[in-house]
């Protein structure tokens, strides 16, 4: 990691990769994940950074596996909405039916082996979900809001190893530095060494960063299941 002291108060930008902060922090907490997103960033970096702008990186979701996602997910973007700092750049989200290899012998969740009797098919047909874009924007953002001269400090949310590189350009090439913003307890090795700091999110600053219930000044409202 490179060595780096904040200097407050100092231009920040905040770049969020949705998919990796829902599925690290927030799919298994539903009380979470009416995140607003601007307090979360403050209250992780603190005082000496005045962050200025956020950008929030996500996929339309499919209503397949539940009806409800959708509908639920725009109110979630209305509510973002609200905040000026926040911007919303949206990727896609795919759906495919690949064949895949079966593990020999065939194993159910939790490891458990049916009662199949040899020979075992080599393949079976298999539901894959996959969010395109939203790291290519990601990093697309930041070196272009970088070489710009938007911000003074940077940080990225994200555990995804393919920023590696466009975090190391800004930092070890442009000069300017970049935090992660960490939503597991051991960030990846690559992001932590090419990171100017890292800050770990934790329950607390999820839940202490929590939206109203009714979004003042709109007929936005907490979906009934994030309660």
Request: proline residues 9%.
């Given at each position: 990691m490179a060595a780096f002291a904040l200097l407050g108060p100092m231009r920040t930008?905040?770049?969020?990769?949705?998919?990796?902060l829902y599925y690290r922090l927030?799919?298994?907490?539903?009380?979470?994940?009416?995140?607003?997103?601007?307090?979360l960033s403050i209250a992780i970096l603190g005082p000496q950074n005045q962050?200025?702008?956020i950008r929030y990186y996500t996929a339309r979701v499919s209503g397949r596996f539940d009806p409800l996602a959708p509908a639920r997910q725009q109110i979630y973007l209305d509510a973002l909405r609200?905040?000026?700092e926040i911007s919303i750049h949206l990727g896609s989200f795919l759906?495919?039916?690949?064949?895949a290899g079966l593990v020999h012998p065939p194993q159910l969740r939790g490891g458990l082996i049916p009662a199949f009797m040899p020979p075992f098919p080599a393949v079976a047909k298999v539901?894959?979900?996959?969010?395109?874009?939203?790291d290519v924007n990601l990093a697309s953002h930041l070196i272009f809001d970088a070489f710009r001269g938007d911000f003074e400090v940077a940080a990225v949310l994200s555990n995804d190893t393919d920023l590696v590189e466009p975090i190391r350009i800004v930092t070890r090439e442009l000069g300017l530095p970049v935090g992660l913003l960490c939503p597991v307890a051991v960030?990846?090795?690559?992001?932590?060494?090419?990171?100017?700091?890292?800050?770990?999110?934790?329950n607390q600053h999820l839940a202490a960063s929590q939206f109203p219930d009714s979004i003042p000044g709109t007929s936005v409202n907490r979906p009934p299941s994030w309660r």
């Open positions: 930008n905040v770049y969020i990769d949705g998919f990796n927030l799919k298994s907490n539903p009380p979470f994940k009416w995140l607003d997103l601007k307090s962050v200025q702008r609200s905040v000026p759906i495919s039916k690949p064949w539901w894959k979900t996959e969010e395109k874009g939203s960030p990846a090795t690559g992001l932590a060494n090419v990171a100017s700091f890292v800050r770990h999110i934790r």
